[in-house]
């Protein structure tokens, strides 16, 4: 009986000594290697564990632990430093057996999703946010027995949309998507640096879906009345929506691009989105109410932008516009709605691109006071849906400047310099103070129409101390620095500006995708504007314009105040965020970052 059961063993250790199992774990996890598949016969023989070569006992440190007189290894929580080769050993008086596992500790995040087939998923990947971003990841999928095939992410931008595309190019999220998905597409996943290192694998299991049911819209009936129009609470609500949204968009703008110039205006960027939200039902609402940071039970939303609007009025031109393809029946209620709430009844596409395009831009012109002529070039005669936004904003000083004759020497992140004209006066009175927590000196500069600018100044030229001010300027933090300013008493300060005027477009398709929104490109539920089919969002622009000059309704009010001693100064004569503020409404309008006027 006995030697029956050693000869299977030999023809067993054969086998196992000729396949050394690789295992590829994950850190943290709970690994059991067992030394032998048949437990029972060998109770009187020695088993020895070896790592590396070395021989594990009971009281070596670290994370392994010899369990059941060796018949187990057990490894937890797995660390970088299990990596390797372990050797199990039994020997008794007739026979010697070696088994090898050979563990290789993989740090990266690993995802299991399933999928319909024709639809639509993403697999998620992201650099450490420690790291620079220099080139995009690699995606591969694996394709057996560790062969395995580049995906082409394309980062050659065409017309039509890629079946696999990298949603942010050089950004730290090096998410791709995959349309169209079909049952070849099952399998595994990996995305790696262009060093090699791992950052994630997914799984993918493709199904067919049980039942194509015909389209069919949930929802359609009008958004919610207001029931609590004179609510004390629905005015702060969207104040603070609107002040974690700025600085969340703040955020991801600086990060696409770390040291151009910005522009942005966060109010219209989430009066477009609310004004698509009037037409969003289910998970559609539901992610745009994420993105614009309202509760989902705010029915008040659009009642609230609509009293912002007006209160707005007389210092910010801001217009949004729905324009659609003319075969589309719009619902009615949305249309009224639109109306009531946004003031723009949905325009019907014209027959030419050009057509569209000169409606679109003329449009834009008309609501900025020419400030904003040409924001599209051409309208697909495909599109279904546009979403567009201009603001423009043209402030005033409180005080004036004076126009100094010369120019002076702006000091860029990199060092080099640049004439620019000069704002300048001897002694302004405005507030400033130097912010702790946000490393900066702040200026603030009383507007017209109830508004101030902040010039928030890092310590010095560098593009280490402009990051480091912007990545402390949390909504919170914001809030705090109005207050201090609030209560900071008003003092003559020599101040040197350069002159501003800005003009940017940022890419609003990457931020909308951002914000959580991709699923607009791919099929939005928007049923309650429209409930024949589902809708794609084909484009979505903003523009912001700002432009600051020395002109000044109180002239010369404060040469009145005389000091005798010498003014502190505040000379902004390097890269500055700047931040125009509503006092009235307590929200920003825009946000800016000028590194190169
Ligand atoms: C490992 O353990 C075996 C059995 O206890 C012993 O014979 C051997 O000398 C040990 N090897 C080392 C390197 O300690
Ligand atoms: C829009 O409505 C009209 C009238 O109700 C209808 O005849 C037409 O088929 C509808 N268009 C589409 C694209 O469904
Ligand atoms: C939309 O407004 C028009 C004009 O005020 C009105 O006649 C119509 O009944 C409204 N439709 C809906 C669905 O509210
Ligand atoms: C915009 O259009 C309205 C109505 O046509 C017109 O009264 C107004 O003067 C226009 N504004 C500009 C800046 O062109």
Known sequence: MRLQAILCLFLLLIFELSSCTHLRVIPGSTVDLPCLSIQTEFTEAAIIWKFKGENITAQSPGTTKIKKDGLYLTISPVTAANEGEYVCLVRDANMEMIRSYDITVDASVRYTMKAFKGSTIQLLCNFPLSSQVEANALWFKETGLGERTQLN??????????????????????????RDIVIEDSGIYTCESAEGEKLSTVYIDVEVRPTSAPYSCGITTPWEPCQDENSRTGEPMLQESMGEFSMKLYSYLRQSQPSGNLLFSPISISGALSHLLLGARDDTRRAIERAVCVPHDFHCVHFQMRKLREKLASSLQMASQIFYNPQMNLSESFTNQSIQFYEAEPVKLLETSEE???????????????????????????????????VSFSGQWKVKFQQKPKKGLFTKLDGDMVKVPLLYHNKYLATMAYVIELKAQVARFALTGDSSLYILLPRSNTATDLQQVEEKMTDTAVHQMIEQMKITPPQSVEVTLPQIKLDVQPDMNILIKKLGLSSLFEGANLCGLYSEDRLVLDDAKHR??????????????????????????????????????????????????????
């Open 153 to 178: 992410t394309g980062d050659d931008s065409t017309d039509g949309k890629r079946r696999v595309e990298q949603l942010y190019p050089l950004d730290h999220d090096q998410t791709i998507v995959i």
């Open 356 to 390: 569209s395009t000169q409606m679109i831009n003329s449009w834009v012109a008309n609501k900025t006071n020419n400030k904003i002529k040409d924001l599209v070039d051409s309208v697909s005669p495909s599109t279904q849906l546009i979403l567009l936004n201009a």
């Open 544 to 597: 912001a314009f700002l432009a600051l000059t020395e002109q000044g309704v109180e002239a010369g009010a404060v040469t009145t105040v005389s000091f005798s001693r010498s003014f502190p100064s505040f000379s902004a004569l390097r890269p500055f965020i700047m931040l125009l503020w509503s006092d009235q409404a307590n929200v920003p309008l825009f946000i800016g970052r000028v590194t190169d006027p």
